[in-house]
């Protein structure tokens, strides 16, 4: 099996601290600006991307899904409305997103089906065969080691158990691949630093993105893991791509 490992793709230029530490420090510090930039920078897409990757999973009910890489929440408290669904689990590294996230939660009175967490998603604490959907909106491209990633997750999914990732890709078509690269490579860095107060964050958003493996690559990837079925799909013309799978 071919390893994907991009863990010299760091948010910041310490080369004595390895990247998953480097990625917690970086969402500990935007965590309480993430949900505006979220909407400021995908202009409100973000919320549509997330709803169509929910509707790609299917109808079926679900006992309990993780949705990795929670962030504040979104995408699980999203699953809980969205799907029949009676638990999820939201876990991420960063323990402030995870604070801001459990008040999302409790605000909206869904603490009794919805949980968040602070863990590795590289090393999960949740038994062999735990659940039978997992979901990453945006986060899998955080990993430090891809690969160890996605066989934790399909060491916790149920055989048949569903896996639905949304992730950002880098588009293709002329004009549109040249405009992504400006926007993503210049213009959004510079409103991140002003709004997040950190310079490095958004600067390192376009470099993962340029990093990370998309389309065939990533079903190949998602294959020699374990997960079949593969399929992907690319959203607004390819700035992020729904993966579905099972196990």
């Not at 949900?35 to 897409?45: A, K, M």
């Not at 549509?48 to 995408?75: M, N, P, Q, S, V």
Request: glycine share 6%; with cysteine; charged share 30%.
């Amino acid at each position: 099996m071919a390893e994907f490992n991009h863990d010299t793709v760091t948010p910041y230029d310490q080369v004595e601290i390895d990247k998953k530490t480097q990625v917690t420090s970086m969402f500990d510090k935007i965590a309480p600006y993430y949900d505006f930039l979220n909407r400021l920078l995908t202009l409100g897409i973000d919320q549509r991307w997330r709803k169509k990757a929910i509707k790609a999973l299917d109808t079926r009910e679900y006992d309990k899904i993780l949705d990795i890489a929670t962030g504040t929440a979104d995408l699980a408290v999203a699953l809980k409305k969205r799907l029949k669904v009676d638990k999820v689990i939201g876990l991420d590294i960063s323990s402030n997103m995870i604070e801001l996230a459990s008040k999302k939660v409790d605000k909206m009175g869904l603490e009794d089906h919805v949980s968040v967490e602070v863990g590795d998603s590289e090393n999960l604490r949740f038994d062999d065969e735990s659940f039978d959907g997992a979901t990453a909106s945006f986060g899998i491209r955080n990993f430090q080691n891809l690969n160890k990633g996605l066989s934790e997750i399909c060491r916790v999914l149920r055989p048949g158990g569903k896996i639905m990732i949304l992730e950002f890709s880098k588009p293709t078509i002329f004009p549109f691949k040249q405009l992504f690269n400006l926007y993503f490579k210049y213009v959004l860095p510079v409103i991140g630093r002003i709004t997040s107060k950190d310079p490095k964050a958004y600067q390192y958003l376009y470099e993962s993105v340029q990093a990370f493996p998309d389309y065939d690559q990533m079903k190949k990837i998602l294959e020699d893991i374990g997960f079949k079925n593969i399929k992907y799909t690319p959203l607004t013309l390819g700035i992020c791509t729904i993966y579905l799978g099972e196990k």
